[in-house]
């Protein structure tokens, strides 16, 4: 990280991200929901799926050590977590994330071996966080691992909203859409979710692996052929009233909104006043305009906005994610300003399929990018190569995984 991030508003705008953050870490918000809801049964098995999943484990580990018997994580590469201290058995997948591939079927069925050995009267947690849609995947036998991952690679170039994509994700799987209910039998289930879609729906948090769709989503026309015969071998999934629902409990345990609410408080202590905080979607380069118009305008203090926006990739897409995209396009619009700065993260610690989490941008971001030789910010934008450019600048922020993800935090000091 570069130097100037060490003093000054940046450094402010680091410190409010990080301990907002805590609030929504999975360790502990798996920990405090089983500190006030205590596991009943002397035995349970959990399972853990998503970006977040070893840090939720971990807190199963805290409250419940000595009532789980054994344990299942499938996560990101990077993501897992040290669990040699525990008793119970604990078994760690990484998987492929953002675009689901041969991994990502081998964990399905690891996944499934793990539910057809559960103990007949055995009670399950599970742990589900974004990402899992990626991370574990069963399909028909006639499907090809190569075809899944041309799919996503499709999927995710069209710029489409979380629950359309999720919709399409479930039209070929054998166990999103609440499919997977049917193969828990009559286990009891406690499904605890950490959040990355608007609305906090668990039917598209990793594409409902144990929810019945709540609604219908309305699906694209005009459809490529070999996507309609992905969707023909795939059963329907289960209705809400089916029977295989009755013995599941779901939890939302941490969101983007309770992000927000953190990163206001943890403002508010460090004595700024919050003059805004909003929920954001629609196209990156809109909003970080958008963004830049309202740091512009308003008066001094912190501005708070929480989501998850879209890019519409080029066909040959460059470097970086949506949270760089939107940076960009804000520093574009507030070059030449001094006393105002930028953040604009994921909260998983990854922006698009890279491995940094976003950027940290000011009036003075185009500025290095040109000295540093960097090409024209418009065409950044266009070529989706936002990342190339703000590594010119030095304003990429690498934090690591964080153990949770509840979308991206956008946060605006105008001092």
Known sequence: ??????????????????????????RRAVSAFLRQQPLTTSTVRAIAIGKAAASMMQGVLDEAADQLDAGLVITKRG??????????????????????????????????QFIQQLPPASDVLFLISGGASALVEVLPTDVEPQQLHDFNVWLLAQGWPIEVMNALRQSISLIKAGRLAR?????????????????????????????????KTPLPDGLPDWLTRLQQPVPAAPAATDPCFAHIRSFIIASNTQLRVAAARVA???????QC????????????????????????????????????LPAQPGQGGRCQQLALA????????????????????????????????????LER???????????????????????????????????????????????
């Open 1 to 26: 990280m570069n130097s100037h991030y060490q003093s000054g508003s940046r450094a402010i705008l680091l410190k409010i991200y990080t301990r907002a953050l805590a609030a929504v870490n999975g």
């Open 79 to 112: 993501h897992t977590e040290d669990f040699s201290a525990s008793a119970a058995s604990i078994t760690q997948i990484e998987s492929a994330h953002p675009y689901p591939d041969a991994r990502s079927l081998a964990a399905g069925a690891q996944l499934l």
């Open 183 to 215: 193969m828990l039998g009559g286990h009891q289930v406690l499904q605890l979710l950490i959040s990355d879609v608007p609305g906090d729906d668990p039917a598209v948090i990793g594409s409902g692996l144990l929810v019945a769709r709540s609604k």
């Open 268 to 274: 508010g202590e460090l004595g700024y006043k919050v």
């Open 277 to 312: 905080n909003a929920f954001i979607d629609g196209d990156a380069v809109a909003q970080g305009q958008a963004i830049a118009d309202d740091l512009l305008a308003g008066p001094p203090g912190i501005y708070l906005w929480g989501g998850e926006t879209l890019v519409n």
């Open 330 to 365: 804000a520093a574009r619009q507030l070059a030449g300003q001094h006393g105002i700065s930028l953040l604009a993260l994921g909260s998983d610690g990854t922006d698009g399929p890279g491995d940094v989490a976003g950027a940290l941008v000011d009036g003075q971001t």
């Open 369 to 415: 990018a040109r000295d540093a030789g960097a090409a024209e910010p418009e065409q950044a934008l266009r070529d989706a190569d936002a990342g190339r450019f703000l590594a010119a600048s030095g304003d990429l922020v690498d934090t690591g995984p964080t153990g949770t993800n509840v979308m991206d935090l956008v946060i605006g000091l105008k001092t």
